[in-house]
């Protein structure tokens, strides 16, 4: 059964027609995924940026994709769904840590039944081997730390692709160094390679205010204007801090920008670039300071666009697959049909991969779907014993069952979010990203035919979502067997099923 209204086109939209012709399949394959990326600090989404140097130089030979949307803005569901190309309804995940279904057929299975060895760095505490993101992957090939260029099990696996021209491997590695806190380590190499960037603040202020992050972290991205009150921060001071915080978070995916480089150095090294697929992505964004924004330092609370848009750039081996821009909405359930597709890796047809195998539209095949981007924000994210501490997410999220999981919706430039809104209830909104992209107008029109039709299809969503929770986790903990007949057949009726 395909969720047409709800998830966009099927992943058989390319099924039917002539055959394609053949493209050499990639010898190495890395799906590159990392976590809590804001794309608007790397130079490829962003001109104005200088110290991500090697995702500038990779972008320069990849296909990088400009309106690609995450499912959350938390990691468990965000992974599950770059894994799995399905949604929450389908993999289970609506929030973390929550063991992913071993009924789930996850792209390492897929490259695993395709021919190649396959290998998992996982990490992310929040999508690993013990929550079983590691199907496909032989438990000797599965490693509990981060991907790195030196690692000796990548080293070996370089060396035998490079004396033997018929093995294949894929290598699956999550993790994150961008995550909050944002710590220090790099921050000397940052600031000698980019002293523009911390111009005019001196190492005493750094350390107070970074002091003061690190002591009330929590309560700045969850209770913000109680914290700053009870700190007795002045405008100016917290004008500081924002600035010591950013320059944390940039010193950060500077790191980020110089580990994916060595990796990409090693495979120049051994001459398999050239032969290599190699994903960058991300599981989530990450909001920094905006005035508008209720949470700060965080992503997984209020579907902002900086948090739902994360980084997407594919180079291939394939001729046909030229650099450029694919600035068509694209979601993280396409990740894996269209990699598994570019690598002429073959998903059963009994496997129900909701995402767009996008591979023929990227060698120039088809024309590119206009797809519709569904996110959500997963519930419960505070311990329940900590959530009387932080008022201002009470007021958004008053209890912590499925009910409270707000909703959006993205086709092309416009957005739209059904949410809990300040006080007063639920209700719609609808920003226009083109002149908007901080989404801080609101351009909801009741008298709107098609905004009343997009607050239809949120509420169908978000309905999918409880429900499926509920028979999911009919004791908060079981995987049941899936959605209602009756619920199916309600959202039959409303045209969405």
């Not at 940026?49 to 995702?55: A, E, G, K, Q």
């Not at 599981?283 to 300071?289: A, F, P, R, S, V």
């Not at 059963?348 to 195998?357: A, K, L, R, S």
Request: with cysteine; charged share 25%.
């Amino acid at each position: 059964m395909g969720f047409v209204g709800l998830a966009g086109v099927s992943a058989g939209f390319f099924a039917c027609g002539e055959a394609e012709p053949e493209s050499p399949a990639p010898r190495l394959v890395i799906l590159y995924s990392t976590c809590t990326v804001n794309k608007d600090y790397l130079s490829p989404y962003n001109r104005k940026i200088t110290f991500t140097p090697h995702l500038q130089r990779f972008a320069q030979g990849s296909m990088v994709f400009t309106r690609h949307q995450t499912e959350a803005g938390q990691s468990g569901p965000a992974f599950a769904s770059i894994f799995t190309g399905t949604q929450a309804y389908r993999h289970g995940v609506y929030r973390h840590p929550t063991k992913l279904m071993d009924e789930a057929y996850l792209i390492s299975e897929a490259f695993a039944d395709g021919g190649y060895e396959t290998f998992f760095w996982n990490g992310h505490g929040m999508a690993s081997v013990r929550l079983n993101y590691g199907q496909g992957v032989r438990e000797e090939n599965t490693f509990d730390r981060r991907l790195s260029a030196d690692d000796p099990k990548f080293l070996e696996i370089l060396e035998r692709l490079e004396s033997d021209k018929d093995y294949r491997a894929f290598v699956l590695t999550n993790f994150t160094t961008t995550h909050s806190p944002y710590a220090v380590g790099n921050l000397a190499q940052f600031h000698r390679l980019h002293p523009a960037e911390t111009e005019g603040l001196d190492e005493e202020e750094f350390r107070e205010y970074r002091a003061i992050y690190n002591e009330n972290r929590r309560q700045l991205q969850w209770n913000f204007p109680e914290t700053i009150e009870r700190l007795q921060l002045s405008k100016d001071e917290v004008l500081r801090l924002v600035r010591v915080i950013e320059l944390l978070y940039k010193s950060r995916v500077h790191h980020l920008d110089v580990l994916f480089g060595k990796l990409l150095g090693q495979l120049s090294l051994y001459g398999i670039l050239d032969d290599s697929l190699v994903v960058f992505t991300a599981d989530h964004g990450e909001t920094l300071y905006r005035e508008d924004r209720p949470f700060k330092w965080t992503h997984g609370l209020a579907l902002m666009p900086e948090a739902l848009g994360v980084p997407l750039m594919i180079r291939s081996p394939d001729p046909d697959l030229k650099p450029g821009v694919y600035a068509k909405v694209t979601r993280s359930i396409d990740v894996f049909p269209t990699v598994a597709g570019l690598s002429g890796v073959t998903v059963p047809q009994e496997i129900d991969v909701e995402g767009v195998d996008l591979s023929p539209v990227l060698r120039g095949r088809q024309p590119p779907p206009d797809l519709s981007a569904y996110s959500y924000v997963p519930f419960a994210i505070i311990p329940k014993k900590e959530r009387e501490m932080y008022t201002l997410h009470l007021k958004h999220f008053p209890s912590d069952g499925p009910e409270q999981i707000w909703v959006s919706i993205r086709e092309k430039d416009a957005f739209y979010r059904w949410r809990r809104l300040d006080g007063n209830g639920w209700g719609t909104e609808a920003f226009d990203l083109a002149s908007d992209p901080a989404a801080t107008r609101n351009l909801f029109n009741p008298d709107d035919p098609h905004h009343r039709e997009m607050e239809k299809r949120l509420r169908a969503y978000k309905t999918l979502l409880v429900e499926s929770c509920y028979e999911m986790y009919p004791d908060k903990v079981r995987h049941g067997p899936g959605l209602p007949k009756e619920q199916i057949e309600a959202l039959k009726e409303l045209g969405y099923l």
